[in-house]
């Protein structure tokens, strides 16, 4: 065990380029979205879920502010007969500011020299992990089972309890143990149950455990990557935690916290006033300044721009996630002007929803399969927002064979509008075969 990563704070290596420059990964600058589509009753109410004993005080983070966004689809103003799922939405969004708490906390740990590189672990693919991935795991598992206690509550999720089990997994354990519980402890401030008493380190092995649905196409099932983008979350940069509800393969609700996400764009020309959409919604993150307060959301819109010459378009920071070479050849091809925003994790998904860029693509090495809690929560936010997000052959996502994207064609392709949507899928088609991908 034991990663060759090397941890500095605040160094983002091949991160974010110069614009817009309030977007590096230094946390205290930033703010963070979530995400959600309306449900039948607007923004949820601020009842809080469980009868919340007093507020549990902390240290208070000064100058930070937060946002976040949601989506939730289904209820819709009317119903129409589809179904209201403003309950699991305001359980959802409330579950990810607790999460997005817990790995604030760790990244902090992480970026204070010679103090948590204990807490980064390689898996076997050499991708790290870390004490805030098993960590919101086990809090989403708990919050969610003590929510919806007359349900089954089934959780697709991406880390397994393996290594926090093996022998010399013990320190690890307690470092979870004690994220978890220093968390959970919290959860009346956002409207949740705290456990009567701490949870020991076989509760939280059991709650790691419990995310062990493999999905498919009928039923109900939760999707979560507690640290999506994990890499960009030990090099203090960007990352998302991105929990969504799959009921019957289809994506019905989204939430994506982004903790290191900043608010604002600088210099924004961007107008945010599409008219069929609407459904899709950002908030400020609430740390230690009281409960919720849902009067802070606001409704989110992709982009207006249609022009490839004023789009931006984005990408994983690592090359070995998505060839940056085949994407300059679409980008020069459709007559992209700007330089790509090179992001980690889902917040590329926030970015296009939000209208801080027009185009997303992604193309993996051959024989990588897309995994659904990489992609869900973010796609049903761009969708929601006015978006268009598919496969480089145009057809939906499909999230009801598994865990994996099966039957992905070459790569996904996000954009702000059809039109250039088409246009980058026309590109694909014309380069593809002169291609090495
Ligand atoms: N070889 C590969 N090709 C494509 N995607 C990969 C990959 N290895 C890992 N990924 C996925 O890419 C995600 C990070 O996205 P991005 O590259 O856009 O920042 C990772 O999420 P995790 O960090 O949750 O494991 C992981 O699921
Ligand atoms: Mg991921």
Same mark, same amino acid.
């Given at each position: ?15 974010? !380029? !110069? ?44 100058? @930070? ?97 393996? @290594? ?119 908030? !400020? ?41 085949? @994407? ?110």
């Amino acid at each position: 065990m034991g990663c060759s990563l090397r941890l500095s704070a605040w160094a983002a290596a091949g991160g974010f !380029p !110069p614009s817009p420059s309030d977007w590096r990964g230094r946390r205290r600058l930033h703010r963070a979205p979530l995400a959600r589509r309306r449900c039948s009753a607007g923004a949820p109410s601020s009842t809080p879920l469980a009868a919340p004993p007093s507020l549990v005080a902390s240290r208070p983070r000064a100058g @930070t502010e937060h946002e976040w966004l949601w989506d939730c689809r289904g209820g819709g103003i009317g119903g129409g007969g589809r179904r209201d799922y403003s309950k699991e939405m305001e359980v959802a969004v409330r579950v990810v500011q607790a999460a997005c708490t817990l790995c604030q906390r760790v990244q902090d740990s992480l970026l204070v020299p010679y103090s948590g590189s204990g807490s980064v672990h390689c898996k076997l693919d050499r991708s790290p992990v870390t004490v805030a991935d098993w960590g919101v795991q086990a809090i989403v598992s708990w919050l969610l089972s003590d929510c919806f206690q007359d349900e089954h509550v089934s959780i697709v999720a991406e880390e397994d309890d393996q @290594t926090l089990s093996s022998s010399n997994g013990a320190a690890l354990l307690d470092s979870v143990v004690a994220a978890v519980n220093g968390c959970l402890i919290e959860a009346p401030k956002y409207g949740l149950r705290s456990p009567e008493k701490e949870l020991g380190a076989h509760d939280i092995l059991q709650a790691i455990r419990k995310c062990s649905s493999t999905g498919g196409p009928k039923g109900r099932f939760w999707v979560l990557d507690p640290v999506d983008g994990t890499l960009g979350f030990v090099r203090g940069d960007q990352y998302a935690i991105a929990l969504a509800l799959i009921e019957d393969g289809e994506v019905v609700l989204g939430v994506l916290g982004c903790p290191n996400y900043p608010m604002k764009r600088s210099g924004s020309t961007t107008t945010n006033d599409i008219t069929g959409c609407g459904q899709a919604w950002m908030q !400020p993150l609430v740390h230690d300044f009281g409960k919720l307060n849902w009067r802070n959301s606001r409704e989110i819109h992709v982009s207006t721009v249609s022009d490839p010459v004023s789009a931006t378009f984005c990408e994983p920071v690592e090359k070995a996630n998505s060839s940056h070479s085949f @994407t300059a050849g679409l980008a020069h091809s459709v007559g992209l002007r700007k330089q790509p925003l090179r992001v980690y994790s889902m917040v590329k998904y926030a970015a296009i929803a939000r209208g801080d860029a027009e185009i997303f693509m992604k193309f993996a090495k051959a024989g990588y399969k897309e995994k659904i809690w990489d992609h869900a929560a973010g796609v049903v936010i761009i969708q929601e927002a006015g978006g268009v997000i598919t496969d480089a052959g145009g057809r939906p996502l499909d999230f009801s064979r598994g865990v994996f994207l099966e039957g992905l064609d070459r790569g996904i392709i996000a954009c702000s509008g059809a039109l250039l949507h088409h246009r980058i899928t026309g590109a694909v088609d014309a380069s593809w075969n002169s291609s090495t991908l």
